[in-house]
């Protein structure tokens, strides 16, 4: 089994410069990737784009997707991977290309994936990174800074001939970004409410919850689940509120 292509899409995040838009066009297009989504791009001038796309990706450009907002951007997929040359304490365990290629096999089976690519010159920040179901980084002899479009066809590469003989593995169909941030509001707000995080820095426990509900995963019938707790929390605590009063 390999990965099912017609289910991911490559995301660059506020790309400088049009001609790297077209040459991840066409990278992603070598590699049988069709999806293209651009956000908040500096200058999306086609003309540009097209002459570094070529004449056999202008399919991806014509249909690329084109937003002012990574959050909604996002909406629609199940799981997202940030590409980063930047590992630390306040970021996620980081994959290797081939093995985050091999976890794809299964997931791409029946959830839209998206490969998140940040800006030329300082990559995906933290807040962007928060959105991410995982993160990747291309290893490097010392040196990690890449072509945007160079980034592109390694992962894009990977993720192509990635394959499994091991018995499938059934990955349900996630909740989407949509629907997960509704409820890490949600979420977030109601521990608020009753002080169990602090309500000066709430993001920053926030950040626990997130990494927990990427490990394991959630339906978007569990979100509702999650989401009609909090209901009920928001309920009791008015109630309780209103007695005190």
Known sequence: MKV?????????HR??????????ARVAKNMGIRRLVVVDPRDCDLTRILKMATHNAEDVVTEMEVFDDLKKALESF???VGSTARTGSHRQTVRHPRRLAEDLVNISQNNQVAIVFGPEDRGLRNKELQYCDGLVTIPSAGFSSLNLAQAVMILAYEIFLASTDEPKT?????ANRDELEGMYDHLKGTLTKIKFVNP?????????VRRFVS???????EVKLIRGICRQL????????????
């Open 200 to 208: 000066e820095n709430p993001e920053y426990w926030m950040m626990s």
């Open 234 to 245: 928001d309920w009791y605590f008015q109630e309780q509120q209103s007695k005190a009063e």
């Open 170 to 174: 059934f990955v349900p169909r996630l």
């Open 215 to 221: 490990r394991i995963g959630l339906r978007a019938r």
């Open 15 to 24: 790309p400088h410069f049009p001609e790297n838009i077209g040459a991840a």
């Open 78 to 80: 199940q799981y997202v």
């Open 4 to 12: 099912n292509l017609a289910n991911i899409a490559i995301v660059l």
